[in-house]
């Protein structure tokens, strides 16, 4: 038996070691060009699939003897970032063109795992139709450029015009405060049961969507640079606006005014929102992305509702206290990027070509309910009636805030969603997340923070 | 080698070169195992090792330094990393020692009094659970826990009050789902272990008039000491490191209250990119399971 003393502990010790093993690959031949990109959680929502799948079939038709080869990542948010990092790690498994949030891209620059593309730019009479905005979304702070935006996001809110009317609510409704918001949900908790009345992404679950859509979309109302200050450099701490934030989702979550908090925090939350609450008309109010209507679509939709442009409403959301400019938006959007590691660059960049000839382009932002970044797509008929509230998200563009393009950033907001998962669920109040949220800033940032109470 | 060591003496009568060589002879045979040992056991730790000692990122940072001892003191200093450890134990406590363990037990004993088709129904439902692939048990109990699943519909039915366990008392839902999974394996051990005590002891016992419950203390589970010995070693390790079953059901959620270390250790090293710290965290686990070996080796040691 004592034999098994130096077995055990070496069982342990590739079990530990197995876990943290990635897997292997091969690198392909010249001709094969991957592409990953990410799949919906739920499998009826083809719509990004069916789009690359059209550039891939068209670039080979155009390019003999090219072939593509999709990878598509059927993964929650997060893990979809950790996916394409692991993979872009190695020249083995690195894909040649990888799908890129803007979000992450910065710190995936810092970590050298893309390849600048201003040699190709330069040369490239495309360029110079993208808004300035759209070219900046991907500069490294070396002041190069690692990607090529394919559309924009904006955020407000959406809400069901039918639900109102039982709730007695007008269906031009535009919250001038959080109060309003928070006022009307508690009207259509009271007047609609079996509603649920109001929905805000929060929680670790949703990832970044919950930390942009959910948390951002207030933080930014309540004040200047509550959470990067760009003239000192510094990250913000102990902001009462912070403080407001969490309390907001406090009173969601705690009033019951939200999904049910099992749900709320559920990696899944997004598609079932987008696929079900929304279209079954279980949800009254939802702060969410301009995109949501591509899951609608007749085709590649996950739940086609012909009739949400005549049910569905949309309101810019509000400043905390109907402070100037009255409303609040963020901007957010993807890029595709070639990995440093990707063994064929030049058919790489040919293949963003692809994607981003004018028709291509056109073609996404309609399927994808993209907000263009090109001023030759934002002018295309068939892009201006693609959707309706095309135009309401689109005029949310000039408000629209960014977040801090700063490598550190996607460690920042994984700590804001572990304070807004910790209030979610009530393991901590405002104050005592938001002093957890503080302490662990100070540790990712190295100290570089500054105090505004 | 006991047996080899005479033999050698006998031929090379106090030179040295020979014995190395044959020593060496003997060894080729293993040369390929051990090189491949070396290369994917030792390679893999070893590298894990030195990672656990750097400030490795998988994004947001380039170059990758030598910090020393900073992830481990960090951890001792975590918080979550504090409430990974405690929960960890409660899991394995729960789940491996308590419930896969007794229960395992109480139904190997069980199989032996039952009829054939009773024994080979139940075995073949128990074994089910154990063979089904660690995802698919967790997107099963997930389905059976959830607040809209089955378990839930069941209590309904019955006019029981509902329960919502994944969010309420997540560490139990996952205990439960574990013991659910991986009682099969107990089962197998002391199905074996009972089945080699030999009927003449128990016999006697009963002879001289001992109750069933003095039998169980006095002569079964003494006999089977070194069974329950080795299945709880190797139950204890393999829930230590249990990743797929949490991680389908809570994600370590909510909040971090299902969070043990293999999940902790993914959420720092993949979700927050401190591959470091969560090698460092790793190596930890290693301890965690090493500590659990020597006490269980402890006990086995021990002469009744």
């Known amino acids: 038996m004592r034999r098994i003393a130096p077995m055990a502990l070496l069982t342990a010790a590739v079990l530990a070691a197995g876990t943290l093993t990635a897997c292997g690959g091969s690198g392909g031949d010249k001709n094969t060009l991957k592409v990953a990109f990410p799949k919906d959680t739920n499998n009826k929502v083809t719509v990004r699939d069916d789009y690359v799948e059209l550039v891939a079939h068209a670039f080979e038709k155009a390019n003999p003897g090219k072939k593509v080869e999709l990878i598509p990542i059927q993964a929650s948010e997060n893990d979809y970032y950790a996916k394409i990092q692991q993979m872009m790690r ?18 995936d620059i810092a970590a050298g795992l893309l390849r600048p593309l201003d040699p190709y730019l330069g ?21 190069r450029t690692y990607g090529v ?33 928070l006022a009307a949900a508690r009207t259509v908790k009271r007047k609609v049961p079996g509603v649920i009345p109001l929905n805000v992404f929060t929680g670790k679950g949703a990832g970044e969507a919950a930390v942009m859509q959910g948390f951002e979309m207030l933080l930014y109302g309540t004040g200047k640079d509550q959470l990067y200050d760009p003239a000192t450099k510094k990250w913000v701490t102990g902001t009462k606006g912070f403080r407001d934030s969490l309390e907001f989702l406090r009173t969601v979550y705690g009033e019951k005014l939200g999904p049910d908090v099992s749900d709320a925090l559920s990696p899944n939350i997004q598609t079932n929102v987008a696929t079900e609450l929304m279209p079954e008309e279980k949800l009254a109010i939802d702060l969410d992305g301009s995109w949501l209507g591509q899951q609608w679509q007749p085709k590649g939709g996950g739940k086609p509702w012909p009739e949400w442009p005549t049910v569905l409403g949309r ?37 963003i070509e692809t994607f981003q000839t004018k028709h291509n382009a056109v073609e996404w932002c309609v399927r994808g309910a993209q907000i263009a970044v090109r ?18 998200f689109t005029g949310l563009v000039e408000i629209s805030r960014f977040r801090p393009a700063l490598p550190v950033y996607p460690k920042v907001s994984a700590a804001i969603g572990e304070a807004m998962e910790a209030v979610t669920t009530g393991d901590a109040s405002p104050k005592q997340a938001a002093d957890a949220y503080d302490e662990q800033l100070k540790s990712i940032v190295d100290g570089r923070t500054v105090a505004k109470p | ?13 106090g030179r040295g070169a020979r014995p190395r060589r044959r020593a060496l002879l003997r060894w080729s045979p293993l040369a390929p195992a051990t090189v491949l040992l070396l290369l994917f056991l030792a390679g893999p730790i070893g590298y894990c090792v030195y990672i656990a000692f750097t400030d490795m990122q998988l994004t947001g940072q380039e170059s990758t330094s030598f910090v020393g001892l900073a992830n481990f003191r960090h951890a001792f200093g975590d918080p979550a990393f504090l409430n990974a450890v405690v929960l960890t134990l409660v899991f394995t406590l729960v789940s491996s020692i308590l419930g896969q363990n007794t229960l395992g037990l109480a139904l190997a004993a069980l199989m032996r009094r039952a009829s054939r088709p009773v024994r080979t129904l139940a075995g073949a439902v128990v074994l089910t659970a154990w063979v089904l692939p660690e995802i698919v048990a967790g997107f099963l109990l997930y389905t059976f826990f959830e607040r809209r699943g089955t378990l839930n519909a069941v209590l309904d039915w019955l006019h029981l009050p509902s329960q919502n366990w994944l969010f309420t008392l997540p560490i139990l839902a996952v205990s439960f789902a574990n013991v659910w999974r991986g009682t099969a394996f107990s089962m197998l051990i002391y199905s074996a272990a009972l089945a080699e005590i030999p009927q003449e002891v128990t016999e006697s016992a009963e002879v001289d ?8 203390w006095h002569i079964t589970l003494p006999m089977i000491r070194r069974s329950i010995g080795t299945n709880l070693m190797l139950n204890t390790l393999q829930t230590l490191s249990v990743f797929g079953l949490i991680w389908a059901m809570t994600r370590g959620g909510p909040g971090s209250r299902s969070q043990t270390l293999p999940v902790f250790m993914y959420d720092q090293a993949f979700l927050k990119s401190l591959i470091g710290y969560g090698t460092a965290v790793a190596l930890l686990l290693l301890v965690v399971g090493a500590l659990f070996s020597v006490v269980y080796l402890r006990l086995l040691r021990e002469e009744v």
């Open chain 1, 149 to 181: 935006p394919d559309g924009t996001d904006t955020r407000g809110l959406w809400f069901n015009k039918k639900i109102f009317k039982k709730a007695g609510l007008p269906p031009d409704w535009q919250p001038k405060t959080w109060d309003e918001v």
């Open chain 2, 209 to 216: 008039g001992a109750s069933g419950r003095q039998r169980l």
């Open chain 1, 315 to 351: 309101a810019a959301f509000p400043t905390q206290h109907g402070a100037a400019p009255g409303k609040v938006s963020l901007a957010g959007g993807w890029t595709w990027s070639v990995p440093r590691q990707s063994q064929r660059p030049d058919l790489a960049w040919k293949l």
């Open chain 1, 123 to 143: 040369k490239w009479a495309d360029w110079k139709q993208f808004e300035p905005a759209a070219k900046a979304a991907a500069r490294g702070q070396d002041g």
């Open chain 1, 375 to 392: 001023k030759d797509v934002a002018a295309d008929p068939a892009y201006r009636k693609s959707l309706p509230g095309i135009g309401f």
């Open chain 2, 1 to 13: 080698m006991s047996r080899a060591a005479p033999t050698a003496a006998y031929g090379t009568a």
């Open chain 1, 90 to 107: 190695s020249p083995k498994t690195a894909p040649d063109l990888v799908y890129e949030d803007t979000f992450l891209i910065n710190s």
